[in-house]
């Protein structure tokens, strides 16, 4: 391990640490909540809260970046399901552009467009066979990241990973990983680490 290396992890981990006390102060919430699943929970992280506060974006972004740069190299854009993976894949692509390794961010829609192409997809220019990571603010079920998935696969696009910010740990991570490997920022235990 060269030093260079060890100087990236110690910041990533700075980072990272400074982004789980962002969440906690911002998003998070020890309550009774009924998820957009539909699923009912004693907690909620509101990622929104983060990603759209000029630091948290921040913080994603070289860290989604870093991770990105580690497990799919080989992506060229990042993107996911309107409305939560939007500010994710901006503040990634901003940082991506910003360091040197420029990816374009895209948003799937959750309805097609309604005239024109009736394209599912929004892209600058992202052609069939582009290689690219689904982003994901909070993991539950899976189901958002897997219609993310299907329809940027139904774009032609290759689907090489998917990257989160939290992990539930409620079954999502079994699900995605079918279509693709997934990696997370945060699980459960950051914010509940007494509980299952």
């Keep these: ?13 700075t980072k990272r640490a400074r982004l ?15 998820l957009s699943s539909g699923l009912k929970s004693n907690f909620y992280v509101d990622c929104k809260q983060v990603s759209l506060h000029p630091e948290g974006a921040t913080l994603i972004g070289e860290l989604f970046h870093a991770v990105i740069d580690e497990v799919a190299p080989t992506a060229i854009a990042i993107g996911g399901l309107t409305l939560g993976a939007d500010p994710l894949a901006t503040a990634t692509s901003v940082i991506s552009f910003q ?8 948003i799937v829609r959750k309805e097609p467009k309604g005239h024109g192409t009736n394209q599912w997809v929004e892209s600058a220019g992202l052609k069939p066979g582009a290689p690219v990571v689904i982003l994901e603010d909070v993991v539950t079920t899976g189901a958002a990241t897997l219609k993310a998935i299907e329809r940027s696969r139904l774009a032609g696009l290759i689907v090489v990973h998917a990257v989160a910010l939290v992990d539930r740990l409620e079954g999502g991570r079994d699900a995605v990983v079918k279509e693709t490997p997934l990696t997370t920022l945060f699980t459960r235990r950051d914010f509940l680490p007494d509980k299952p």
């Design 1 to 13: 391990m060269t030093w260079e290396s060890l100087l990236d992890q110690r910041a990533f981990a």
């Design 20 to 34: 789980l006390e962002l969440i906690r102060d911002l998003a998070f919430a020890e309550r009774e909540v009924t």
């Design 99 to 106: 360091v040197g390794r420029p990816r374009a961010a895209f």
